[in-house]
């Protein structure tokens, strides 16, 4: 009798308490989402990439005579540059909103003003005036190594670069 009632007591009290030990613990409860998702800040080299083809993107537009298409892409410069003095105005300490402001403002003013005019001579120079900002902030956030120049092909061929109307 006693003998029984303890085997009772192991097989009811201590097996279910050992298979319970053994299932794995249910998944923690999710957590709530909060109301406003965490907002997605991209980092500096990303914005820089997107200006890089857009640089390219520039050159053959300029070069095929395409003027408003010249125009979109620097404004599309223009653009990206802004959204890098709002979202990462100092970058490594450094300040970055005004350095770009310092830097590179006059040479895309000029460069607008070549392809307001649509003088294919002066755009060039300014394209190349524009790198050569572009290689300054480089130097002075010292990302010498990073150096920006004409290209020599699109890098994409899939948009046609000629003027149509
Ligand atoms: C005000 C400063 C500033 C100006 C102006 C600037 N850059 Fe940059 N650029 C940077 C910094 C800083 C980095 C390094 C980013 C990092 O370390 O994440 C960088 C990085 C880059 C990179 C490297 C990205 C990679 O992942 O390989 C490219 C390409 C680039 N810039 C293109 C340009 C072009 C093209 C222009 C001009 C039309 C330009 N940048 C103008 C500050 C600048």
Same mark, same amino acid.
């Given at each position: 009798?006693?003998?029984?009632? !303890? $085997? $009772?007591?192991?097989?009811? /009290?201590?097996?279910?308490?050992? *298979? +319970?030990?053994?299932?794995?613990? @249910? @998944? *923690? *409860?999710?957590? %709530?989402? %909060?109301? /406003? @998702?965490?907002? &997605?800040?991209?980092?500096?080299?990303?914005?820089?990439?997107?200006?890089?083809?857009?640089?390219?993107?520039?050159?053959? $537009?300029?070069? *095929?005579?395409?003027? %408003?298409?010249?125009? &979109?892409?620097?404004?599309?410069?223009?653009?990206?540059?802004?959204? /890098?003095?709002?979202?990462?105005?100092? !970058?490594?300490?450094? %300040? +970055? $909103? =005004?350095?770009?402001?310092?830097?590179?403002?006059?040479?895309?003013?000029?460069?607008?003003?070549?392809?307001?005019?649509?003088?294919?001579?002066?755009?060039?120079?300014?394209?190349?005036?524009?790198?050569?900002?572009?290689?300054?902030?480089?130097?002075?956030?010292?990302?010498? !190594?990073?150096?920006?120049?004409?290209?020599?092909?699109?890098?994409?061929?899939?948009? =046609? &670069?000629?003027?149509?109307?």
């Amino acid at each position: 009798m006693r003998r029984s009632l !303890f $085997a $009772a007591v192991v097989m009811g /009290v201590l097996v279910p308490l050992v *298979a +319970l030990a053994q299932t794995p613990a @249910p @998944p *923690a *409860a999710v957590e %709530p989402k %909060p109301a /406003v @998702p965490k907002a &997605y800040v991209p980092g500096l080299e990303q914005f820089m990439n997107v200006i890089l083809i857009e640089h390219n993107k520039l050159w053959f $537009a300029g070069r *095929a005579g395409n003027w %408003p298409l010249a125009a &979109y892409e620097l404004g599309e410069i223009k653009e990206v540059m802004s959204d /890098v003095q709002d979202l990462v105005p100092v !970058f490594k300490s450094l %300040p +970055l $909103a =005004d350095m770009m402001d310092a830097v590179i403002v006059k040479e895309i003013a000029d460069l607008e003003k070549a392809i307001e005019v649509r003088d294919a001579k002066k755009f060039a120079a300014g394209f190349d005036r524009l790198s050569a900002a572009c290689n300054a902030c480089h130097r002075a956030t010292e990302n010498g !190594f990073i150096v920006i120049k004409r290209p020599t092909r699109p890098v994409f061929t899939n948009q =046609d &670069y000629r003027p149509h109307r």
